[in-house]
């Protein structure tokens, strides 16, 4: 895992500017998105080239999902203005974007970045998150399009250099994308924690994470800077958890609710998470982890804990309560949605999960997430 540098936003951000001197950055490029344009940050870019004595270049070709060709863009521009960092401000979708020209600089630009393998660079790379939840910010992958095709991009040297931490990003931020944004940091939080790949580093993360985001939601979704900045804390240690562990089934079942029916992504990895939850529990005997059964139900108990409740079905309980208070819409499903939706679930992510699931839990799941028409 790669060392990563926390910063604050605190006293104009001082410990950006002192960051970057340090570090000698004399062409920067700046990738963002819209929402750059009504965030704090946005002042001090305007006028920091002097104060630290270095050039900025701004990125923002670009949309949510991004491109290969966006990409392809954004490296042309870099290696155009001899840039020697990056900062990126935004969602996932510009830090994404971010870590894949980084990761590109140095390719051959003539060739299909996809078809070269990757070498680590010493672009510095910097994110600056607005929103918390994805942990992008924290984890060694992207996701890019390619011919309208999702493409997953992972390299340990993508994961930023540092972090700064600005509360006043999450200040505008609508109230729906607040609740759901934390829904998947804490989603991230659980899966790793109960995923096959899991291991002591990231079961502390997890743990540390899920305990954050319980004991600061209340501050958070009142837009007390308290809240936000420890969302944000939680957020980031959630995705560095995930980037040990990856994601489960949670997840593997979230992304065709999201396209289907113009939900969040942390709104329905919650809605997933908080049906798998229970049956997890009741079916620990279709264990597939290899540490077995009782460490499975070991691990149910941790994450209890964790959430400071007695046992696991208690824990799965204020989980869905927690969904409950916070007012969010159950889609309503027809039989071809539930059947789009469990032929959408990769079965690659489903080996991350200790519980097998075969495509007849999978339909019954759905058809308790969802409404029925």
């Known amino acids: 895992m790669v060392k990563q540098e926390i910063l604050s936003a605190n006293d104009n951000y001082a410990q950006l500017s002192t960051f970057l001197i340090q570090h000698n950055c004399k062409k920067i490029l700046l990738v963002c998105d819209n929402s750059f344009e009504f965030l704090n940050i946005k ?129 505008t931020l609508p109230l729906y994308q607040k609740k759901s944004t934390m829904l998947d940091a804490l989603c991230h939080a659980i899966e790793s924690y109960w995923s096959v790949n899991s291991d002591d580093e990231s079961k502390n993360y997890s743990k540390e994470a899920i305990q954050i985001i319980l004991a600061n939601k209340e501050l958070y979704l009142a837009n007390n800077e308290k809240g936000n900045c420890e969302m944000l804390k939680a957020a980031n240690i959630a995705g560095k958890a995930i980037n040990i562990t990856q994601t489960t089934a949670g997840h593997a079942m979230c992304y065709k609710l999201t ?78 949605d539930i059947e789009a939706l469990k032929n959408s679930v990769n079965p690659i992510r489903l080996k991350n999960n200790p519980i097998a699931l075969n495509i007849n839990d999978i339909d019954m799941l759905y058809r308790q997430i969802l409404q029925q028409r």
């Open 43 to 171: 002042n001090y870019f305007s006028y920091f080239s002097s104060k630290i004595n270095a050039e900025l270049y701004r990125f923002s070709d670009f949309k949510p999902n991004p491109t290969y060709e966006s990409v392809e863009k954004g490296v042309r521009f870099f290696v155009d203005m001899k840039c020697d960092s990056i900062i990126a401000v935004g969602g996932g979708s510009a830090i994404d974007t971010a870590k894949c020209i980084k990761l590109y600089s140095n390719m051959d630009h003539s060739k299909n970045y996809l078809q070269q393998d990757i070498f680590p660079n010493n672009v510095l790379f910097i994110a600056v998150p607005t929103t918390a939840g994805t942990g992008s910010e924290a984890t060694k992958y992207a996701v890019i399009y390619y011919n309208g095709e999702k493409q997953s991009v992972t390299h340990e040297s993508c994961i930023p250099s540092a972090v700064l931490i600005d509360t006043t990003a999450l200040k």
């Open 259 to 336: 396209s289907l029916y113009g939900i969040s992504h942390g709104h329905a990895a919650a809605l997933c998470v908080s049906k798998l939850f229970p049956f997890m529990i009741a079916h620990s005997d279709k264990c597939i982890d290899k540490r077995g059964k009782q460490y499975f139900e070991n691990i149910c108990s941790e994450i209890a804990d964790s959430m400071s409740c007695s046992n696991a079905e208690e824990a799965a309980r204020i989980f869905q309560n927690l969904i409950d208070s916070l007012n969010l819409d159950i889609p309503t499903a027809n039989e071809n």
